[in-house]
């Protein structure tokens, strides 16, 4: 699971909150492309267009907003017609028409975002899985070490699934990794897989 490369659709109003639920999405090692962010960053329709038709999956952000915006509508009929799977994300089931009427989604929950940002894993994880594998591949995180003077390279692997990371947060179990060269310790949210905090380090 390296280099896939998702499109996120969604309205314009719906930015930030696309914004918080991708935001540690992104940290995986795949792309994650935001319709509205990639065209306020200049970059042209035609680009965004590229960066949909090379999309392994289009994540299609369905609430209130979007009965309002023609991208998404427009964006997931191009998604569907180049064989590309569309996974809607909506607020409320009457709000999944049209071709995505059948497709099993997850349900945006604004409550409780963190229940929302696991099950899209659940469903990212599962949706990205090489064809034909007996079990959801392992993911990871890798980022430099903050410790002054260290910005050695660490590696926090997921190998558990969505399950057992979902009892680790009912239990308040972090998860952890260090890195091998200051042993400076960073915890994760096991739900969202959010930076949590650092702990010691030489």
């Not at 998404?72 to 191009?78: A, D, H, K, P």
Request: aromatic share 10%; proline share 4%; net charge negative.
């Amino acid at each position: 699971m390296t280099g896939e490369q998702i499109f996120v659709s969604h309205a314009p109003a719906d930015l930030e909150l696309v914004q918080e639920l991708f935001s540690t999405v992104k940290n995986f090692p795949f792309g994650v492309h935001i319709a509205l962010e990639e065209v306020e960053s200049g970059r042209s329709r035609k680009r965004l267009e590229g960066r949909l038709a090379n999309s392994d999956l289009v994540v299609a952000v369905l609430t209130a907003e979007s009965a309002k915006s023609q991208w998404i509508n427009q964006e997931i009929g191009y998604a569907l017609a180049k064989g590309i799977p569309v996974l809607p994300l909506y607020e409320s089931g009457d709000l999944r028409g049209g071709f995505v009427t059948e497709i099993e989604g997850v349900t945006l929950d604004r409550e409780n975002l963190s229940f929302t940002v696991f099950n899209l894993l659940c469903r990212l994880r599962a949706e990205l899985a090489p064809l034909g594998a007996l079990s959801v591949p392992n993911w990871y995180i890798r980022f430099p070490c903050t410790l002054a003077d260290c910005g050695h390279p660490v590696t926090l692997e997921l190998e558990e699934g969505q399950t057992k990371l979902w009892k680790r947060y009912e239990h308040g179990q972090l998860l952890d990794v260090s890195c091998e060269v200051c042993e400076s310790t960073y915890y994760f949210d096991p739900a969202t897989i959010g930076f949590v905090r650092r702990e010691g380090g030489i």
